[in-house]
């Protein structure tokens, strides 16, 4: 079947660094995306994946391993403003987007 | 980048009635649209692609009498909750690929649509 994991919930510090990781099993892969969700909005697109290696953009960064299932989503820096749900969702062989039940991510001063 | 709208925002009806969400894609064509729900806490479940022309294909468990999707347009899909009831009262959230080659893997969400069904 297909299966996308990701932890329910992290909390990190203003300033800090914190990696929030994704395993993925799907039928076929086109592509790992990252989405972050604030409470009561729609998902805003963050990055997208389908080579392996490390996508850099700003303060956040996203890495893909396609041998290993696995990706995680880099925030540096962080603000108050990035507590949010981050969302994992990998593309299979029909395109459509096979979701995560998102990371909760808490950010304390 | 593409804008998508969705109309209303958020709504309140009576259980039993009715209720027509608008999804729009505002400056490019989307002949494929996607309808999802979200439950608070939860991810998003895909409920239907809509497609432009043709008829809806629903996910497994969602019954396709009690949510009417047409894709009357190149820019509009409506979701319609037939009867609804208090257990339907979720999230919904419509998105559309993006038109050219390079946006095709890119999904633009609508704002989302809060029902609430008493």
């Known amino acids: 079947g297909q299966n996308i994991d990701q932890p329910t919930e992290m909390t990190a510090t203003e300033g800090a660094i914190v990696q929030i990781n994704c395993t993925y099993q799907?039928?076929?892969?086109?592509?790992l995306f990252w989405y972050q969700q604030h409470a009561g909005e729609a998902p805003t697109f963050l990055s997208y994946?389908?080579l392996d290696g490390l996508e850099e953009k700003g303060r956040f960064s996203s890495f893909l391993s396609r041998s290993k299932g696995y990706s995680y989503l880099l925030l540096k820096e962080l603000q108050m403003k990035d507590s949010a749900s981050y969302l994992c969702?990998?593309?299979?062989?029909?395109?459509?987007?096979?979701w995560g039940a998102g990371t909760k991510l808490i950010i304390k001063p | 980048g593409a804008v998508v709208s969705q109309h209303p925002s958020w709504v309140i009806c009576k259980s039993g009635t009715s209720v027509k969400i608008e999804c729009r894609s505002l400056?490019?064509?989307?002949?494929?649209m996607f309808w999802y729900r979200q439950f608070p806490k939860q991810s998003l479940m895909l409920m239907a692609t809509?497609?432009?022309?043709?008829?809806?294909?629903?996910e497994q468990g969602v019954e396709k009498d009690k949510f009417l999707i047409n894709h009357a347009s190149l820019t509009l899909s409506t979701l319609t909750v037939t009867s609804a009831h208090p257990e339907d009262s979720s999230f919904y959230i419509c998105?559309?690929?993006?038109?050219?080659?390079?946006?095709?893997?890119?999904?633009?969400f609508g704002p989302g649509t809060r029902l609430t069904v008493t």
């Open positions: 998105s559309a690929p993006g038109g050219g080659l390079a946006d095709f893997y890119e999904q633009y």
């Open positions: 994946n389908v």
């Open positions: 799907t039928s076929g892969f086109n592509g």
């Open positions: 809509s497609n432009e022309g043709s008829k809806a294909t629903y």
């Open positions: 400056d490019f064509q989307a002949t494929t």
């Open positions: 969702a990998a593309q299979d062989s029909n395109y459509q987007l096979i």
